[in-house]
T-cell receptor, first 115, second 115 residues
Framework: EAGVTQFPSHSVIEKGQTVTLRCDPISGHDNLYWYRRVMGKEIKFLLHFVKESKQDESGMPNNRFLAERTGGTYSTLKVQPAELEDSGVYFC?????????????FGPGTRLTVL | AQKITQTQPGMFVQEKEAVTLDCTYDTSDPSYGLFWYKQPSSGEMIFLIYQGSYDQQNATEGRYSLNFQKARKSANLVISASQLGDSAMYFCAMRGMTGGFKTIFGAGTRLFVKA
């Protein structure tokens, strides 16, 4: 069974540009999460999809970030325009159910560098 | 509020010896789940072990065991017979009812296994 995949693995952009990150969850997982780790800080929750609906987007830092999950399959996270403080590693995770006992399986992350 | 504390930024262990990585947590939830993840240099987050707050026995998964002391709110990870491939970053995490379905992470502990 394929795990969570993320694309690209690395992205280097200039301040003010737009970047779109993609996440493909494990097949059959309705729940998809985005997290971010900026340099030296903890991994922080960004948002949670259940199928195509946003269940919780309380962790989104500002309106420069837009997440979508059309059709309830893969998800994209767009940063527009990117700022220096957006640099970090963006992780996607998925789980089959929403119980807090459920393990969230993480992808390899996308390392974003904003110059 | 939920919080995870990992007080060891870095740890060294000799190959084949056991090592304990500390984790304490704070939550007011009556039910919660505790998780450990490993992040090798390649970047992916690998799920290691899970402990439910109502589980009577400590969780074990191969060489990994979780020393769960509920009254002390600690969930230390024990790795037995360390291997060079265990060198990585280790994150303690939790999910609880009031936190929604987001995972809260500690700052991580970097483990170095010496030959």
């Amino acid at each position: 069974e394929a795990g969570v995949t993320q694309f690209p693995s690395h992205s280097v952009i200039e301040k003010g540009q737009t970047v779109t990150l993609r996440c493909d969850p494990i097949s059959g997982h309705d729940n998809l999460y985005w997290y971010r780790r900026v340099m030296g800080k903890e991994i922080k929750f960004l948002l949670h999809f259940v199928k195509e609906s946003k269940q919780d987007e309380s962790g989104m830092p500002n309106n420069r970030f837009l997440a979508e999950r059309t059709g309830g399959t893969y998800s994209t996270l767009k940063v527009q325009p990117a700022e220096l403080e957006d640099s970090g590693v963006y992780f996607c995770a998925s789980s089959p159910d929403r119980a807090f006992t459920d393990t969230q399986y993480f992808g390899p992350g996308t390392r974003l560098t904003v110059l | 509020a939920q919080k995870i504390t990992q007080t060891q930024p870095g740890m060294f262990v000799q190959e084949k010896e056991a090592v304990t990585l500390d984790c304490t947590y704070d939550t007011s939830d009556p039910s919660y789940g505790l998780f450990w993840y490993k992040q090798p240099s390649s970047g992916e987050m690998i799920f290691l072990i899970y402990q439910g707050s109502y589980d009577q026995q400590n969780a074990t998964e191969g060489r990994y065991s979780l020393n769960f002391q509920k009254a002390r709110k600690s969930a230390n990870l024990v790795i037995s017979a360390s291997q060079l491939g265990d060198s990585a970053m280790y994150f303690c995490a939790m999910r609880g009812m009031t936190g929604g379905f987001k995972t809260i992470f500690g700052a991580g502990t970097r483990l170095f296994v010496k030959a």
